[in-house]
C-alpha cells in the first residue's frame, strides 16, 4: 500500500511537471510570435511607451535623403498601431503637403486638429497647403494659356516654397523653362530630378529638349537614346529624336548643294529646313545665314536681305550676317544701307581685311550713286553705243527744249540743261571712259563756244538744231531765252 501511494505521488509530480514545461514551450512561442509578425505593433508601442521620439527621428532621416515613401509607412504604421498619436498625423500631413499630396495631406492636418483642436502651426500649415494648391492649379491653367512668365511665379514663389519636394511642379518648372526659352535652367532643374532617379523617362525627354533648343545636338540626342533604350514605345521620345535626325538630314544636305554649286537646289533645302521647326533660333540662325549666302551669289539682293535680317534679329553681333547684308543691299542699290552694315561688321571685326574690302567697293558705289546718273538721265543702258545716246540726246533736247515748252519754261531749261550737260560727257569716248570708272567729271563744263550742233552734218543744208549755251540762249527775247530751230 505505502508502495503504491509512492508510485501514484510520482506520477503525480511528474504529470505537473510534464504540465509546467509545456506552459513554458507555449509561452516562448507566443513571444518569437510578436518579434516575427508583430513588430509595427512593437514599434508603435515603444512610441507610446516613450519612444516617439525614436521614431520621429527615423521619419527626420529619412526626410532628409528624401525617401518619403519610407518616412510615410513608418508613420501609416504608427498611427494604425495608435490612432491617437497625433504628432505622427501632424509629421505625415507635413510630408503629403511636401510631395503635393494635397488632399490626403489636408485629411491628415484636419485628423491632427481634431486631436489637438486650435494648433496654429497646424492651422498654419494647412492654409499653406491651400495656397500651394491653388497656385499650382493656377500655373497649370497659365501654362495652358500662354502666360509661361506669370506661371513660373506661382511655382518659384508659392509651390516650391511650400511642397519642395513636389515633383509634378518641378516637370512644370521644367516645362515653362523651356517655353521662356531659359534652356540652361532648364537642364538644371531636370539634372536635379535625373540625380534622384536617373532613369526618369520624363525627365530625360525635357533635359534633351533644352539641349536640342541650346543647338547641342549631340546630347540631346543621347539623353533621347537612353529614354528610348528604357522604353522603345515611348511616342514623345521617340516624335523628338526623330525630328532631330530629319533636321540634321536636311542641314547637311542644303550645306552639300551649297558647297558643290548647286545653288538653287540649296535654297529649297534650307527652306524646308527652316520650315522642320521655326522657333529653333539657335540652329536656325546658321541655316538663315547659310541661305542668305547662297541668295546673295544668286543675285537675289531682296531675298537674300530678309534672310540676313533675320539672322541679326536673332544675333545683332554675327559679323558675316552684316557683311552678306551689306552685300546684298548693294545689289538692291541701297548704297547708304549697306556701308552702314559694312562698317559695323569692320568696327566689330577690325583686322578682317575681306570685310574692309567690301566696305571700300560700298563706300565708292555709294559715292558714284550721288553723282548725276547721266545714262539714267538720258533713259539708256550704260553699254549703248555711240549712235544710240546721240539719238537719246537728239530726242530729249527737242522735247524739252524750252520754246516747246512756254507754259513750263523755267522747269524745262533745268532739264534742257541737265540732258545737254549728260551728252557732253557721255558723248565724248575719253570723257565716258572716265565716268564709268567712277572719276569725277567736271559736271558745270560748258557746251562749247560759238553754238554746239551734234546733229549737223558739217554745216551742209538739211534740218539743223543749234543751240547756243554760251552768254544765255538766243532769241526768245531778253537776255537769257534759247535759240529757235531751223529746219
Not at 173 to 187: E, F, G, M, N, P
Request: charged share 30%.
Amino acid at each position: 500500500m505505502e508502495i503504491r501511494m509512492k508510485l501514484c505521488g510520482g506520477g503525480f509530480d511528474l504529470l505537473a511537471w510534464r504540465g509546467f514545461m509545456y506552459t513554458i514551450f507555449i509561452l516562448n512561442f507566443v513571444f518569437c510570435c510578436q518579434l516575427i509578425l508583430l513588430q509595427p505593433l512593437v514599434a508603435a508601442t515603444d512610441a507610446k511607451s516613450g519612444d516617439a521620439a525614436a521614431l520621429f527621428e527615423r521619419v527626420s532621416q529619412n526626410i532628409k535623403v528624401k525617401k518619403y515613401s519610407e518616412a510615410l509607412a513608418e508613420l501609416n504604421a504608427a498611427i494604425e498601431a495608435d490612432p491617437a498619436l497625433s504628432e505622427a498625423y501632424s509629421h505625415r500631413a507635413s510630408i503629403l503637403r511636401q510631395i503635393c499630396r494635397y488632399d490626403e495631406s489636408e485629411e491628415s492636418y484636419k485628423k491632427f486638429l481634431e486631436l489637438k483642436p486650435g494648433n496654429s502651426a497646424a492651422e498654419k500649415e494647412l492654409s499653406q497647403l491651400h495656397q500651394a494648391q491653388s497656385a499650382l492649379n493656377s500655373a497649370n491653367d497659365l501654362f495652358d494659356s500662354g502666360d509661361y512668365t506669370k506661371a513660373l511665379e506661382y511655382i518659384e514663389k508659392v509651390v516650391m516654397v511650400f511642397s519642395p519636394a513636389c515633383s509634378k511642379a518641378k516637370f512644370l518648372k521644367a516645362r515653362l523653362l523651356i517655353a521662356t526659352k531659359d534652356y540652361s535652367s532648364a537642364i538644371s532643374e531636370t539634372g536635379y530630378i535625373l540625380k534622384e532617379d536617373d532613369d526618369n523617362l520624363d525627365a530625360l525627354l525635357l533635359r534633351g529638349r533644352a539641349y536640342y533648343y541650346l543647338a547641342d545636338h549631340d546630347v540631346a540626342i543621347r539623353h533621347y537614346q537612353k529614354g528610348l533604350r528604357l522604353d522603345p514605345e515611348h511616342v514623345e521620345l521617340k516624335k523628338a529624336y526623330f525630328a532631330l535626325k530629319n533636321l540634321l538630314k536636311k542641314t547637311k544636305s542644303a550645306e552639300d548643294n551649297a558647297s558643290k554649286g548647286k545653288l538653287r537646289l540649296a535654297v529649297e533645302e534650307y527652306k524646308a529646313a527652316l520650315a522642320l521647326d521655326p522657333i529653333h533660333s539657335a540652329h536656325n540662325v546658321h541655316l538663315h545665314l547659310g541661305l542668305c549666302k547662297v541668295l546673295v551669289k544668286l543675285g537675289r539682293g531682296k531675298d537674300a536681305l530678309t534672310s540676313c535680317t533675320e539672322v541679326l534679329d536673332i544675333d545683332g553681333d554675327q559679323v558675316e550676317a552684316l557683311v552678306q547684308r551689306g552685300e546684298a543691299k548693294l545689289l538692291v542699290e541701297d548704297w547708304e544701307g549697306a556701308v552702314a552694315d559694312l562698317k559695323s561688321a569692320a568696327e566689330k571685326s577690325p583686322q578682317d581685311m575681306s570685310v574692309r574690302e567690301v566696305l571700300m567697293k560700298a563706300e565708292r558705289s555709294l559715292k558714284l550713286s550721288q553723282r548725276k546718273d547721266w545714262y539714267k538721265i538720258l533713259g539708256i543702258s550704260k553699254t549703248a553705243s555711240m549712235s544710240e545716246i546721240k539719238k537719246a540726246y537728239k530726242k530729249l533736247a527737242l522735247q524739252w527744249h524750252p520754246d516747246k515748252n512756254v507754259d513750263n519754261r523755267e522747269a524745262a531749261e533745268a532739264k534742257f540743261r541737265e540732258i545737254a550737260a549728260a551728252y557732253e560727257v557721255l558723248g565724248d569716248e575719253d570723257k565716258r571712259t572716265r565716268y564709268d570708272s567712277g572719276e569725277d567729271i567736271d559736271e558745270g563744263m560748258g557746251m562749247g563756244g560759238g553754238g554746239y550742233n551734234p546733229f549737223g552734218g558739217g554745216g551742209g543744208g538739211g534740218q539743223q538744231y543749234t543751240f547756243h549755251f554760251e552768254g544765255g540762249f538766243p532769241g526768245g527775247g531778253g537776255g537769257g531765252g534759247f535759240g529757235g530751230f531751223h529746219f
